[in-house]
């Protein structure tokens, strides 16, 4: 699979990268962060609220709403899954890492969608990109051999779980707290999840 720059034109549909922040707190406090075999995803850390990086997110870029601040670390080279929240998400690079990336205007009326619309992105460690809300992303994926550690920024309460049901048209997509999630079959993913995904698993080592 072809991993191209977030610096490339590709990239402008998906998001942005963010400057005009100094984002050594908030790398050097991922890098602390604990090592998995799998993935792992903690919505809210309290070591990364604290950095001056999060505080300058959650008063500029976020416009002073409530955020939190996670990580989703690990070992990863496919795709499994796709979601989208109603909010950006800053992704931060606290080593090198691929975000596996689409459109939310491609997915049918169905709620399925081809995997081969998607495109790859290397993110470099000490980056930070903004995903646009209508942008479909998932776990990200190592650059290398060994661990990706990604902090997440997100209006606070996303991803927790839910408090009701859902089961009519695109609710029956919503997973958690702002997540819709559509999965495909080699994904793994829990009994009940809608799996919607077309086409190839994708591995960004093919």
């Avoid at 590709?10 to 406090?29: C, H, I, N, P, T």
């Avoid at 495109?119 to 051999?145: M, N, Q, R």
């Avoid at 927790?160 to 080699?186: F, Q, R, V």
């Amino acid at each position: 699979m072809e991993i191209k720059k977030i610096t490339d034109e590709a990239f402008r549909k998906y998001g942005r990268v963010v400057q005009g922040y100094d984002f050594a707190s908030l790398v050097e406090a991922l890098k602390k962060t604990p090592d998995y075999d799998g993935v792992a995803y903690e919505p809210s850390v309290p070591e990364l609220e604290a950095t001056d990086t999060a505080v300058q997110l959650r008063k500029k870029t976020f416009g002073e709403l409530p955020v939190q601040v996670g990580y989703c670390n690990g070992v990863n080279y496919k795709l499994n899954a796709v979601e989208y929240h109603r909010s950006s998400e800053i992704n931060v690079a606290g080593t090198d890492a691929v975000l596996i990336l689409g459109m939310q205007q491609d997915i049918r009326d169905d709620f399925t969608y081809d995997t081969s619309k998607m495109e790859a992105f290397l993110v470099p460690e000490g980056t930070a990109v903004e995903i646009y809300a209508t942008t479909l992303h998932y776990a990200p994926c190592s650059a290398g051999d060994g661990q990706f550690k990604v902090g997440i920024v997100l209006p606070a309460g996303t991803n927790y779980p839910l408090e009701e049901a859902h089961e009519d048209w695109e609710d029956a997509l919503i997973t958690a707290k702002n997540k819709w999630l559509i999965g495909h079959a080699e994904g793994g993913l829990d009994a009940g999840a809608h799996i919607g995904l077309a086409g190839k698993n994708l591995d960004i080592r093919e």
